[in-house]
């Protein structure tokens, strides 16, 4: 079923488990999400893959929305890295339970004002809202690695803004390939025992197993997933083209790369939503 955001963090940080915020780009990636998860999971489109979709957010959240409906998974959309407000505001029209409004590449004041304008305008609405401060780093190249989320500034941003939870910059960087990411355990408890609000994890394809089951030991619930999927998917593809030069019906390649993709999913969300 298509449950909200809101309600599927909640139990998860009630039950000290962590929950997988996957990127869905094509309905592929939906459709493998949902045959891999077998537990409650987060369904997220990024404004990055709506720009791909020629600024078209309504077809892909609706068919990503039936998916869901017709799925045992409990499943929830999220609409992630959104910059543009104009995005924000076609939310929840578009069966969006949350989304995360991203303002961190903006100095501190101006964060603050711009992420308490989102998430006002977010609640009015009944939309949950996910802020980030301190830069991740990685996407675009833009942000430098190395940046980490202070505890008490974090403790500030969250009572200035009101916002329902957290990306912070705990050692982990977007779109890395290989799972080398070492995370600061100690600064992500600092960051739990400092805030109210549930944690997130950006850039989590980098860190390897073992670390994304002691992130959410040490707090973080929210764990966002792309690049991984994507590898496991183009892997499949390029293997499958490979082997035929003469192959050229998609279905042909979509579908290994899909139950590719599957078996991502399932071998993630059992290692982050395990209890501690
Ligand atoms: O918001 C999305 C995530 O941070 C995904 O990052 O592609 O590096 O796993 P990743
Ligand atoms: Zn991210």
């Known amino acids: 079923p298509l449950v909200s955001t809101g309600s599927i963090v909640a139990e998860a940080r009630g039950s000290g488990r962590g929950v997988c915020a996957f990127n869905v780009i094509t309905l592929e990636h939906a459709e493998a999400i949902l045959a891999g998860a077998g537990a409650p999971v987060i369904l997220q489109i990024s404004e990055n893959a709506v720009r791909f979709h020629d600024g078209r957010l309504r077809p892909l959240a609706a068919g990503v929305a039936a998916l869901a409906e017709d799925s045992p998974v409990a499943a929830s959309l999220h609409l992630d890295h959104v910059t543009d407000a104009d995005l924000l505001r076609r939310a929840p029209d578009c069966g969006f339970s949350s989304a995360m409004f991203d303002a961190s590449a903006l100095p501190y004041d101006e964060n603050v004002k711009a992420t308490r304008e989102a998430a006002d305008w977010a609640h009015a609405r009944g939309l949950w809202l996910e802020a980030e401060l301190g830069e991740v780093g990685g996407k675009d190249g833009a942000h430098a690695p190395g940046v980490r989320t202070d505890p008490a500034e974090a403790a500030a941003f969250v009572a200035e803004t009101g916002v329902d939870a957290l990306a912070?910059?705990?050692?982990?960087?977007?779109?890395?390939?290989?799972?080398?990411?070492?995370?600061?355990?100690?600064?992500?408890?600092?960051?739990?025992?400092?805030?109210?609000?549930?944690?997130?994890?950006?850039?989590?394809?980098?860190?390897?197993?073992?670390?994304?089951?002691?992130?959410?030991?040490?707090?973080?619930?929210?764990?966002?997933?792309?690049?991984?999927?994507?590898i496991a998917f183009t892997g499949a593809v390029r293997e499958t083209l490979a082997g035929s030069a003469s192959l050229v019906d998609p279905r042909k390649y979509l579908a290994p790369a899909r139950a590719a993709m599957a078996g991502v999913v399932r071998h993630l969300v059992e290692t982050v939503s395990q209890r501690p």
Do not use: F
């Open 168 to 230: 912070v910059a705990v050692g982990s960087s977007h779109a890395m390939t290989s799972r080398t990411a070492s995370l600061d355990l100690s600064l992500i408890t600092a960051l739990r025992d400092a805030l109210p609000v549930p944690l997130v994890l950006h850039g989590s394809s980098g860190v390897p197993d073992e670390a994304l089951a002691a992130a959410v030991a040490a707090g973080m619930t929210k764990i966002n997933i792309g690049t991984a999927l994507n």
